[in-house]
């Protein structure tokens, strides 16, 4: 199943306070039960002014499909095409 990154402007990200996180995790966790078990949401980095998302889904429309129901941006969407980290160097 193809990985993506999502890039997501939200200006201020940074200072969202637990309880916003909270409802926006939340919001995110509802519309991926309704959307079902093809898309998951893997992980989210958020930066000053943006917040990083890894998803695993079968397209970027389906990913495209959570951001509207949702209510989130998703500016960018980056299909994973090969991942490093450390061992690849061994």
């Not at 995790?25 to 309704?34: E, G, Q, Y």
């Not at 991942?83 to 690849?88: A, G, K, R």
Request: some cysteine; overall charge negative.
């Amino acid at each position: 199943m193809p990985k993506f990154i999502i890039e997501r402007e939200i200006p201020g990200a940074s200072d969202l306070t637990a309880e916003d996180l909270k409802g926006i995790s939340a919001k995110s966790c509802c519309v991926l039960k309704d959307l079902g078990p093809q898309i998951q949401w893997v992980t989210s980095y958020v930066t000053d002014d943006k917040v990083y998302c890894v998803y695993i889904a079968p397209s970027e429309e389906l990913i495209r499909e959570h951001a509207n129901q949702g209510g989130f941006p998703a500016n960018k969407i980056s299909r994973v095409s090969r991942v490093i980290d450390p061992t690849t160097a061994e």
